[in-house]
């Protein structure tokens, strides 16, 4: 016996990517500011004395506050969907 299943998928578009791609920029650049204001301040103050140790240090900070805020922003999309579609992550079974 044969089973048939109707299950419409639907494609990802330009538009949905787009608009993915718009809304995860926009989180990210959001909850980054926050973080890289305390995360600059004081530690100038803090490296203000180690010299040339400065700059890759300011670096890889702000680097790791923008990498962070991005990854919370995708959680969040990943959580609320983009225009009403959710995303799902499952695993098929063939049978």
């Given at each position: 016996m044969e089973k048939i299943l109707s299950v419409s998928k639907s494609?990802?578009?330009?538009?949905f990517a787009a608009k993915f791609f718009l809304k995860l920029f926009g989180l990210t650049l959001l909850f980054s500011i926050v973080p890289l204001i305390f995360v600059n301040l004081p530690l100038n103050m803090?490296?203000?004395n180690f010299g040339s140790l400065y700059i890759p240090l300011i670096f890889i900070t702000n680097f790791?506050?923008?990498l962070l805020s991005g990854a919370l922003a995708a959680k969040l999309i990943f959580a609320w969907g983009v225009n009403g579609y959710a995303f799902n992550i499952t695993k098929e079974i063939a049978e």
């Open positions: 494609e990802a578009t330009l538009g803090f490296l203000m790791l506050a923008v």
